[in-house]
Every structure is written in structure tokens, then in C-alpha cells.
């Protein structure tokens, strides 16, 4: 496949296939893909969903908007005024800003340098600096489900973006030696082309920086675009890249979406997977674990057992954050971490290098490790997976145990405690960076 064909709003009834949608389905595109960013491409339509089995299609909810994944009462509002668009415009924006769109305080992330906020950087563990290039602010197909959902929809003040000079950020990564590993995110940096994204790349890999080890790509291109990688006008470019990226030293880890074994099915995948894994580069796995998608230890099996089989190696369960659609796709914390453990007890050791469940909130990477009785109580074992204070890893912590928790902060510390051990630093930590926010805006 040479090109790709964008679906969104405005073109979405020229898919071959949309004589398979109801009316109700199509009405739940028009109202709620206005306020949920919408895109999809014909790789997905041909070739992922079925479209004779739209009803529970796993790839179908993740790519197409459903009437679901609004509350009720805010598309009864959209579809009442569909038509008129000034009004319309007002609802959006208010509804859009009321599905906390920026979830876990990721601006307190945002570090300044040099007297100015370096609005493309976010810096929360010590040794991973998270980059987003301007360029790669979109993807190739919108999942529903997205956290970073304003990166594409009209909150231009909430958009992580590199606006500044690439050279300060370079300074900014020299200023802090104990920096190891550059993350390129979005959005989704495989949609530059080969040339931008080598312009980003190409700075880590000089001379001075030494520090730098491993290089990682976020991308949802292998499931939504595998092209990317094989047929792409510049796809041997990209490749070449990767190669480059090797040759000098570091490791290259593309660290890819999957939310379904649906998407490491298909010969294209297969392919790019291939041609990636020969330059040396590895491909590690994470997907969200989500209600309608993938909330089933034997889809989690399966996928695990696909992604090893390709040569890829599992890497994180994430809980969906706090944002957008979440009430139609979130699990209970209980829930997420049963799946995990069937799914984990069902797969050979190799496939269990996946880590998870894990929350990314405002302190860290809270992993649950189970559930158990202690002292007559019934708790939640947690811990840290990374913490904005990198002493605080790897210590089993106890949360009472509750079933319909969704999130860490609806958690109660355990044995009548008043606060999780860290609360108190934590405070500390964005007391500071307020104080840092307000001299900046
Ligand atoms: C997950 C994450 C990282 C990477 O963490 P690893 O455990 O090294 O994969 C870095 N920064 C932020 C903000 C993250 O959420
Ligand atoms: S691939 Fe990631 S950034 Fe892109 S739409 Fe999906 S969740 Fe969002």
C-alpha cells in the first residue's frame, strides 16, 4: 500500500465499507467526533476491522467514535445543536475542558532553562527526557481513548510542542549528565518524514553526547501505519536511520502501541517488525488495558504471546488515565491487575517482561502487585515503577483494598495511616513547581 487515505469528519462516508453503519452509528460519528479528535486510514479499514462484526469489532471502537464514549448528557447537548455551528463551537470547547484534558499534572513536568519554559521537553524521572518534536504532533489513526488527545484538537494552550531553539534543548540534556535516554514522543514522531526526524535525532548522537545510551521512539505506527517501515517513499530512509542510530553506539528501542493481537496479525506488520528488528533496533510493547477492547486475560495472552513470537518484547500494562472517554473505557483498578495476573500465569516466562498494571500519576509509575490480607485487612499492594523521587522505587506500599477504584487518588492509605509515604514530598514537589508555573506565565 503506497498512500495513505485519511478518514476523518469530513470524509469518513467514502470508506468503502460505511454501507456496514447503522444510522446510530453514523450519528455517533458526526456528534461525537466533534468533540473526540477523529481519524482513521484505509490500512485500518481494509485490513483491521471486521466489518461484518461491527458491533464488539475491538479495532472498530478504537479508531470510530460511539455514542458511549460521551456521557449522556453531553451528546444530547452536541446532537441538539448540531447545525448551528456558533453555538456549537461555545458547547465543544466547554465539554472538551470538562474531560481534563491534560490528565496527571504533565505541565508540572515542563522544565524551564535559561529563563524560558522548554515547551516540547517533559522531565519527571531522572535518567528519561520525553521530546516532542513540532512535526510529529499528530498520528497516523486517532485512538478513542487517547490521554494525549489535545495534542490534536483545538486547546492550542494545553499543546506539548518544541516551539523553542533544538539547541537549548540540547544544552538543557548537557546540564543534566544523568540523563540517559531520550524518549521522541507525541503525537507520534514516525509521522515526520525521514528527514525531520533525523534532524532530531541526529543532535543525540554527536559528539558530547556520551551520556546519552538509548534512544527510544513512541509510536503507534506499526499498528495503525506499518507502511511506515516498508513501502513508504522514504521508509529505507527511516531505516537507514535506525541503522545510523546503532552504528554509533546507542541502543535504538522503538517502543510501540499495540492495544489488540488484531494488529500483529497482518503480513505488513510482520514485515515492518522484520525490517526494524534488522537494524538492530528492539521493539518493546505497551498498551492501556481498556473495557470494549482488550479487558480479557486471553486477549492479553494471546497478544503477549504474538508480540514475543514476532521478536518484540513486552513492556507495560497501563491503566487508561483520567481523560476524554475514560468512563467508557475504564476497569477497576481490581479488575485491571486480575487480568493481569490470568493473563501473566497463562504465558511462558519470556512473554513476562510485561510490567503492570501501572498508573502513571502525579508521583510516579504506581504499579498494583496484587491484592492480600494483612492484619485483617484487605489491601492493595502497590509500588513504584519510576517516582519523581527515584528513592521511593521499588518499595512495596499498602493501599485499603477497594473494589470500584478506578484511580490512585480515589486509594486510602492502609492500616488507618493519614497519608502514603510519600505524600508529604510530593507536596513538596509541586508546591515548587507552581511556584516555578507562576513566575513563568
Ligand atoms: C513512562 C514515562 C517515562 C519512561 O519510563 P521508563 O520506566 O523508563 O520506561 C518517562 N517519562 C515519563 C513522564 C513517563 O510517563
Ligand atoms: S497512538 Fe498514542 S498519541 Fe496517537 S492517538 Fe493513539 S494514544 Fe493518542
Redesign the pocket.
Known amino acids: 500500500m503506497k498512500k495513505i487515505l485519511s478518514y476523518t469528519l469530513q470524509n469518513w462516508d467514502k470508506i468503502p465499507q460505511s454501507a456496514f453503519l447503522s444510522n446510530e452509528d453514523r450519528e455517533a460519528i458526526e456528534v461525537v467526533g466533534r468533540v473526540l479528535p477523529f481519524k482513521t486510514n484505509n490500512y485500518v479499514t481494509d485490513q483491521l476491522i471486521q466489518w461484518d462484526q461491527l458491533k464488539d469489532d475491538p479495532i472498530f471502537t478504537l479508531n470510530f467514535p460511539r455514542r458511549g464514549m460521551l456521557l449522556p448528557h453531553h451528546y444530547d447537548k452536541v446532537a441538539a445543536l448540531m447545525g448551528d455551528e456558533q453555538k456549537l463551537n461555545v458547547v465543544i470547547e466547554d465539554i472538551r475542558r470538562e474531560l481534563n484534558p491534560n490528565p496527571s499534572g504533565?505541565e508540572h513536568?515542563v522544565p524551564e532553562f535559561k529563563g524560558k519554559r522548554l515547551h516540547g521537553l517533559?522531565?519527571?524521572?531522572r535518567?528519561?527526557?520525553?521530546l516532542f518534536p513540532r512535526p510529529g504532533q499528530t498520528c497516523h489513526a486517532y485512538c478513542t481513548f487517547c490521554f494525549r488527545w489535545p495534542q490534536f484538537s483545538g486547546l492550542p494552550d494545553m499543546k506539548f510542542s518544541i516551539k523553542e531553539d533544538y539547541e537549548l534543548y540540547i544544552e538543557y540534556i548537557k546540564d543534566h549528565p544523568r540523563v540517559t535516554?531520550i524518549?521522541f514522543t507525541g503525537g507520534d514522531p514516525m509521522t515526520m518524514n525521514a528527514t525531520l526526524l533525523r534532524a532530531h535525532i541526529e543532535p543525540m548522537l554527536s559528539r558530547g553526547m556520551e551520556q546519552i545510551q538509548n534512544i527510544?521512539i513512541g509510536t503507534k505506527a506499526l499498528a495503525y501505519w506499518p507502511y511506515r517501515f516498508t513501502t513508504d517513499e522514504d521508509a529505507d530512509n527511516v531505516l537507514r536511520l535506525f541503522d545510523d542510530i546503532i552504528q554509533s553506539g546507542k541502543h535504538l528501542s522503538i517502543?510501540a502501541h499495540f492495544n489488540h493481537p488484531v494488529e500483529l496479525s497482518t503480513p505488513a506488520v510482520k514485515e515492518a517488525i522484520t525490517r526494524i528488528r534488522n537494524t538492530g533496533a528492539q521493539i518493546r510493547t505497551q498498551s492501556p488495558v481498556l473495557r470494549h477492547i482488550n479487558d480479557d486475560p486471553n486477549v492479553w495472552a494471546e497478544m503477549l504471546k504474538r508480540e514475543v513470537e514476532l521478536g518484540c518484547i513486552p513492556?507495560?500494562m497501563f491503566v487508561a488515565r483520567d481523560t476524554g472517554a475514560k468512563h467508557y473505557f475504564e476497569i477497576p483498578l481490581a479488575q485491571c491487575q486480575a487480568i493481569f495476573r490470568e493473563a501473566y500465569q497463562k504465558v511462558s516466562g519470556i512473554c513476562r517482561t510485561v510490567r503492570g498494571p501501572s498508573m502513571?500519576d502525579h508521583a510516579g509509575?504506581i504499579q498494583i502487585l496484587g491484592v492480600n490480607e494483612a492484619a485483617g485487612e484487605k489491601l492493595f499492594v502497590l509500588r513504584f515503577?519510576?517516582g519523581r523521587n527515584p528513592d521511593w522505587v521499588a518499595k512495596p506500599f499498602f493501599a485499603k483494598f477497594n473494589p470500584t477504584a478506578t484511580w490512585f487518588d480515589q486509594l486510602e492509605p492502609a492500616f488507618g495511616e493519614k497519608e502514603f509515604f510519600f505524600e508529604h514530598e510530593l507536596g513538596d514537589y509541586l508546591r515548587d513547581a507552581l511556584e516555578r508555573d507562576r513566575g513563568a506565565y
Open positions: 504533565q513536568n517533559q522531565h519527571k524521572y535518567e528519561t527526557v520525553l535516554d524518549l527510544r517502543m513492556y507495560y502513571s509509575k515503577i519510576q
